[in-house]
């Protein structure tokens, strides 16, 4: 059961390795349930790593992880259940058409195949372009295709890697507004960028990262004038 005082992403001192390499070397993150936290950062300041320590991909090393009130690194499985991670590559199957895909996903989560058309409609995937094989379709339809399953299935926690990155104006509209959407409704979203001006806009939190730790926090667009805090 879900506690309603805890937050939905509790990190403290929270160590990733790659190897023998940190690629988190001691993030502290606090976000409440129905937030947007936009991570900003160089390549390899660890943002990625970040998003795929808070789906349950990568353990959690040392420190103390708690998200969704599933503890990291031990109840991880259960974690990823309730999370939906948009990256680069949508992790779909080429050969199968949007649909195919969505119904797959949804029946394999024992969730409803019948949902796949209305968030395929929804992200504007329809009539020849829902007949076409995932393989042949642009990253911008791609790109749809994930966020369409993230309707589908509307997880608890989305992580977005870099929503904006190569899409056209009305793809990159749409990201933010199923974004805020999806916060209106109680998910919690960390979206990395690259593109502060597209995705400050949308974020309650801004934190930047450098080195494998949160360097800096700051307010985003969405959140006004309720105030902020630096990060030691």
Known sequence: MTNPMAPAIYLR???????????????????????????????????????????GLVPLASGEGAVLDCSLPGQARDLRQHVGLLGHDVGLYDDLRPAENLRFVLKASRLDPGLSDDALARVGITGRTASTPLGQLSAGQRRRVGLALLLARRPRLWLLDEPHASLDEPTRDLVSELTEEAARGGATVVATSHEPDLAIPMAD???TMSGGIIATRAPGGRRGDRGWSDVA
Not at 24 to 36: F, I, R
Not at 38 to 50: D, E, F, I
């Open 13 to 55: 001192s929270a160590v990733a390795l790659a190897g023998r390499f940190p690629v988190l070397a001691g993030v502290d993150l606090d976000l409440d349930e129905g937030s947007v936290c936009v991570v900003l950062g160089a390549n390899g300041a660890g943002k990625t790593s970040l998003l795929r320590l808070l789906a």
């Open 205 to 207: 939190t801004v934190v």
